[in-house]
């Protein structure tokens, strides 16, 4: 079978494969273990469902213990049905390609949400609190799955960070990637050897240190990602990983209100407690967790639900929804692969398209929760690129006519001044 990732972006060429039961259409994301495709499920009398298929790498997939690694993701992701968890209903194995088919997520990742927020002014704070909420409802339902015996499960997420969180431009958040998580039944564990899995910057002190860690682990990295949205900066990250270790283990956090004046004291308490460093001092449940950012909401007055932050999504991100629709509108015949990867600013970019030139790159944010991709074991998400920004002729024309005018009012002056110095007095 043909490769299916091209080692380069020059050899992406308009094509279209059939993976099973899927049509891949666009490439969208290309992590270390796997990429994912924006596909179709294609069905008789014109039926047809965009679905996002992660995809093994051809020379991961013949390693056993990184494709051990992924059966369990398809899993125990197979399990877990909750509104803010990304459903996965399928898994295949079609001539040595690895694969797992997930809902598509029409949306941004909660990483290019605060960026987008931040840049322009500061992320509202009954935003912040109903996103974190949300992904902890959706993280308290995979905390709770029970073994067929009734046993608990004991799921822990352990990548929880905004580029994990989708916040979908209908309001809802969604949960993602359980790719490195613990369970009771995965099989293909082996951390025993000092390997850490997870992103420092949001890793529980607990964690860092190798010992034994619990659902609360993944409140700890809620109450960093909370944080940040609420100040507008990083926590706990450092120039380099040894930094943010000692950080994590060492350095207190201040309430958010230090940073932020406006953040009112009961939502300072609510993310201080999530990021205690004893996890006897944390929510035990991250039901809690979501309760306790609700009933700040409502004292407010005004309703923060899934509505007013879709309203929000929409407002914010109309023209990217705008170029998403057009690609999910697009034929069905051979198109091309639009590869995407992140930059400093979590900010997306294609290399190609259906019919736009390449976009250039965003320009740093002064601040970021989520400042620069970090290392885990899978980096891939079910997204399409945004929008590039389109040229016209006369955006290309213009600099050298400005230019060419300014020589000529040189030319004009220095005309008119000769015959002025050189007359007599």
């Given amino acids: 079978m043909a490769e299916v990732l091209p080692d380069s972006p020059e050899e992406l060429i308009p094509t279209s494969r059939q993976l099973g039961r899927y049509t891949l259409r666009y490439r969208v994301a290309r992590g270390g273990m796997a990429s994912v495709f924006l596909a179709q499920l294609l069905g008789d009398a014109g039926f047809a469902k965009w679905v996002a298929v992660k995809v093994v790498h051809p020379h991961i997939a013949t390693d056993p213990h990184f494709a051990q690694m992924f059966l369990d993701e398809a899993r125990l992701a197979a399990q877990l049905q909750h509104p803010n968890l990304c459903t996965v209903f399928d898994f295949g194995n079609k001539d040595g390609s690895l694969f797992l088919a997930m809902e598509y997520l029409h949306g941004e990742s909660l990483a290019s949400v605060a960026v987008s927020a931040w840049r322009d002014g500061a992320m509202p704070m009954e935003l912040s609190a109903r996103i974190v909420a949300d992904a902890a409802r959706g993280l308290h339902a995979a905390h709770e799955l029970r073994r067929e015996d009734g046993?608990?499960?004991?799921?822990?997420?352990?990548?929880?960070?905004?580029?994990?969180?989708?916040?979908?431009?209908?309001?809802?958040?969604?949960?993602?990637d359980f790719g490195i998580a613990r369970w009771t039944d995965r099989l293909g564990e082996s951390t025993g050897n000092g390997t850490l899995k997870g992103k420092v910057a949001y890793m529980a002190p607990e964690q860092l240190r190798?010992?034994?860690?619990?659902?609360?682990?993944?409140?700890?990295?809620?109450?960093?990602?909370?944080?940040?949205?609420?100040?507008?900066?990083?926590?706990?990250?450092?120039?380099?990983?040894?930094?943010?270790?000692?950080?994590?283990?060492?350095?207190?956090?201040?309430?958010?209100?230090?940073?932020?004046?406006?953040?009112?004291?009961?939502?300072?308490?609510?993310?201080?407690?999530?990021?205690?460093?004893?996890?006897?001092?944390?929510?035990?449940?991250?039901?809690?967790?979501?309760?306790?950012?609700?009933?700040?909401?409502?004292?407010?007055?005004?309703?923060?639900?899934?509505?007013?932050?879709?309203?929000?999504?929409?407002?914010?991100?109309?023209?990217?929804?705008?170029?998403?629709?057009?690609?999910?509108?697009?034929?069905?015949?051979?198109?091309?692969?639009?590869?995407?990867?992140?930059?400093?600013?979590?900010?997306?970019?294609?290399?190609?398209?259906?019919?736009?030139?390449?976009?250039?790159?965003?320009?740093?944010?002064?601040?970021?929760?989520?400042?620069?991709?970090?290392?885990?074991?899978?980096?891939?998400?079910?997204?399409?690129?945004?929008?590039?920004?389109?040229?016209?002729?006369?955006?290309?024309?213009?600099?050298?006519?400005?230019?060419?005018?300014?020589?000529?009012?040189?030319?004009v002056l220095a005309l008119a001044l000769g015959p002025w110095r050189g007359g007599t007095p």
């Fill in 151 to 176: 046993s608990d499960a004991k799921v822990v997420h352990r990548d929880v960070s905004p580029q994990n969180l989708f916040v979908l431009y209908d309001g809802v958040t969604k949960v993602v």
């Fill in 210 to 411: 190798g010992g034994a860690i619990d659902r609360r682990a993944d409140l700890w990295a809620l109450g960093v990602v909370l944080w940040e949205c609420l100040v507008g900066r990083r926590l706990f990250k450092r120039s380099v990983d040894a930094a943010t270790l000692m950080a994590v283990l060492n350095e207190p956090a201040p309430a958010p209100s230090a940073h932020r004046p406006e953040v009112p004291e009961a939502l300072d308490r609510v993310c201080l407690r999530a990021l205690s460093r004893d996890p006897e001092g944390r929510f035990p449940t991250a039901l809690e967790l979501a309760r306790s950012l609700e009933a700040w909401l409502a004292t407010g007055g005004q309703t923060t639900g899934s509505d007013e932050v879709g309203a929000w999504m929409q407002a914010r991100f109309a023209e990217r929804m705008a170029y998403r629709d057009k690609l999910l509108r697009a034929p069905t015949g051979p198109v091309q692969l639009v590869e995407r990867w992140m930059d400093p600013t979590g900010s997306h970019r294609a290399l190609s398209d259906v019919d736009a030139p390449e976009a250039p790159a965003q320009p740093p944010a002064p601040r970021y929760p989520g400042d620069a991709p970090e290392r885990s074991e899978v980096q891939a998400r079910a997204v399409v690129p945004r929008p590039p920004i389109r040229t016209t002729r006369w955006d290309r024309v213009a600099p050298w006519l400005a230019a060419f005018a300014g020589l000529l009012v040189l030319l």
